[in-house]
């Protein structure tokens, strides 16, 4: 969707709303595109891009002041629609690196790695930012801010942290000429406890992310 059609002519381009609500449009259409699969060699590291520029916004959301909405209570923003097919795609896409473990916060002590899948992640994070730009469409502007400033803390901003942290590792880990480790299996259905993480699904190389996903080793 382009600016001219998300904001008014007399909206300034300036405006902190504004640059917030173009940063999530563009997150929103550019991983829409990405799941459907039609350029698959370069997903990850576009991935990558998208969801760094994400956390810039959300950055922005978390330095400003707080927020305050115009009405006590949330104005009902109508259904959320339906992410079920762009996870599906998104999952079959990454298949080969959409599972990895993560530790939901690092300020917990000794909480074990828990699986996660970037599949998951995104469409989560889309959910989110899709709600509140459905109050901006409609002109409630300080909903909007409050509702993306509130799930930037409790929610997507973590989410989207820990998915940046693991797409950067598959690019770092091509780049580098060094392999991925077994995954064995590693799944969102089985909980991890301290020891080493169990495998079974059989080493996800190097040269198996190449090809389908379009990273190259780094230049000497």
Known sequence: MSDATLHSATQDPDDFAVQ???????????????????????????????????????????????????????????PEPDVDDLRENLARLLEPIDVYSEVFDPYEPRKAPVPARISDDLTDVITDLRHGMVHYRAGRTTEALWWWQFSYFSNWGGTASATLRALQSVVAHVRLNQPLEELDGLDTD???????LEFEAGRVMEQEILGPLGLGPAKN
């Open 20 to 78: 917030i609500a173009d940063q999530i449009e563009s997150f929103l259409v550019a991983v829409t595109e990405v799941a459907k699969g039609d350029e698959p060699d370069s997903a990850v590291p576009f991935l990558l891009l998208e969801v760094s520029q994400l956390l810039l916004a959300g950055g922005r959301l978390g330095a400003h002041e707080d927020i305050v909405p115009d009405e006590r209570y949330e104005p009902d923003p109508g």
């Open 190 to 196: 089985q909980g991890l406890g301290d020891d080493t």
